[in-house]
């Protein structure tokens, strides 16, 4: 009836944080989550990413460029991939969220997309 | 308008609101609009009806007139029109039932969806079904009502917006949400069981719980959770003094107790238990029922209680409360001596352990060891009824 009437699939982003002992999981691979999802059809899009201490933070203020080595906040959770998915609703997405391993280790921050 | 139309106004307003709402929310997936379409309409009948008189189906008669109201907001708003249908054809169904018991339940589900916050769930459930004004749930936790209004439209607009589902959830997720929906009722009733001035909470919860058995009448655990809070609820008028002194189970008057409560919620879980493999509410309402149907304190089967604990998650405040049955049963130097393992675990700083050192002591007539943690007990209190009987005890043991 839901999905019926308003006929709608929601977009979520999909943050994959973990601290640094997640660094260790960086060549896991999803243990068959990509493969399952993309079948369902519900991935639109993502990536795993190169550690934190790589990453370089870009600022504009004043008209002037500033740059940062590194994340712009130092906090113990940094983000280490992300998917786009598109799926019915937020039960799917937590259903979703929950089968990928990094779920196991870390955290999964689930993100309507605008 | 006279007493009697305004007291059987008010009792539609209760009865039928939650039904209203439910309804409109999901013809019109519009959190905002079906609760003020819903205001609307309770508002056409308060002006219409002491004059006209109330209809038949006074609930069926509220849901059309909030669908009006819809109707005419959506089309102004121009909206698709395959929503303008459905929100339409509601209330044409004249043959149907209007009473499609599942909105409520569909309502029940999402207000208590565990990605809401757990102040969300309560306050959200209050406002769309039981519904109390946001100044009313205000005043019931005690913030500004700014802050309560802000609270529920950021639940409101992230159920929209997260798509958070407006269901009952498929039987594989039933398992986990049925609880996250007992949970939401259960925190209700006790935030109004441990404080005297916001017992209007207790009587909602009960409300809730009652309406959720007639939605659920398979789920066991609904109806343990309606007797657990029916046998408590019993005894609500003899746990305090006159003056707000906190009396034990022990030295309440059980000839005050409301038995006609007390025999519906024996009644509930004996046929909920009927089912075989008791649940958690079943069991602390089995709990419940040994102490409301003990004729007398002594009469207590505290073996059968010690037992039922040892059937639940031993949590600390489960374990303490375990040790309690254990002493009651098997004498106090027994309690004592679990307490005391008790003491270097997570309930250091918790009132009720040195209250039941000292409880233990006491029976012991240790009376100085017993006035130290009854002294430690005052100090850790945290409502003055419960300060005001330990320090009556450490008087007592003082002498």
Redesign the interface.
Known sequence: MHKALYGRSVKYLLMICGDESAEAHANDGCGGWSEEMEQRGVVEGGAGLRPPSEATTVRVRDDELLLTDGPFAETKEQIGGFVLINCADLDEAIEIAAKHPAAGYGTIQIRPVL | MTEAVQALLDRIFRDEWGQVVATLI??T?NWELAEECAQEAFAAALQRWPEQGVPDRPGAWLTTTARNRAVDWLRREAVGA??LQ?VAALGYESDEPYDVPDDRLRLMFTCC?P?LAMEARVALTLRTLAGLSTAEIARAFLVPETTMSKRLTRAKQKIQ???????V?PAH?LPERTPAVLAVLYLLFNEGYSDVVRSGLSSEAIRLARLLVQLMPDEPEAAGLLALMLLHDARRATRLTADGVLVTLEDQDRTRWDHSVIAEGVALLDSALARGDAGPYQVQAAIAACHATARTAADTDWTQIAALYGQLKQTPVVALNRAVAIGMADGPAVGLRLVEDLAAGPLAGYHLLPATRADFLRRLGRLSEAATSYKEAVELATTDAERRYLQKRLEEVSV
């Open positions: 999901r013809v997936g395959a929503k459905a969806h990605a917006h997260a798509g958070i589902p407006y269901r959830p997720l």
